[in-house]
């Protein structure tokens, strides 16, 4: 497969069978997905998987983590979901900047960038993988170790699949293209 049919092949998977990913098969990607761009090569992304017994005390404690927050904010339902329906997940952090809101957007467009690579890596090789910016947000963010001086860039949920769900029409670039 080339590279434009990867692209165009590659599908939001959220529902995922019960095989089992290997970690060494998520390095292994992670491994080559690290050839993004990245602005002065500052590298500031940082990995936090999420899988076996993790997950599940992750799952049992969803509750306590967000006690004390609004159920509109904590979305417990939504995340326990989320979480148990997936192998595997892979949280994406980056380093920010306070002072510099450039220097930050460039470290999130770099790890962002490292992400499609590892969605495009991983659907070579049958997992499915989906995109998900609010899952882990609040509470959860402190439960995962997430420092000051960092942001989560997004996670992905991950897991082989059965079925890989049928292509949706995008808006054409000659639609959203400004020529001066």
């Not at 095989?19 to 590298?43: C, D, S, W």
């Not at 599940?56 to 006690?67: C, G, V």
Request: hydrophobic residues 40%.
């Amino acid at each position: 497969m080339n590279l434009k049919e990867a692209i165009l092949s590659r599908r939001s998977i959220r529902v995922y069978n019960n095989n089992v990913i290997k970690r060494e098969e998520i390095i292994e990607i992670l491994n080559t997905a690290i050839y993004a761009p990245n602005h002065q090569f500052r590298q500031t992304w940082r990995f936090i998987l999420i899988d076996g017994e993790a997950k599940e005390k992750l799952l049992n404690n969803l509750e306590i983590i967000f006690s004390g927050v609004t159920p509109e904010e904590a979305k417990v339902d939504y995340r326990k979901k989320v979480i148990s329906s997936s192998t595997a997940i892979l949280v994406v952090v980056n380093q920010k900047n306070n002072d510099d809101l450039i220097w930050t957007l460039e470290e999130y467009g770099a790890s962002v960038a490292l992400m499609q690579n590892f969605m495009l890596l991983a659907d070579e090789l049958k997992i499915g993988t989906c995109f998900k910016s609010k899952l882990i947000q609040g509470k959860l963010v402190e439960y995962l170790g997430v420092k000051d001086n960092e942001m989560v860039a997004g996670a992905i949920t991950m897991g082989f699949y059965d079925d890989k769900p049928t292509v949706k029409e995008r808006i054409t670039a000659e639609d959203k293209l400004t020529i001066l």
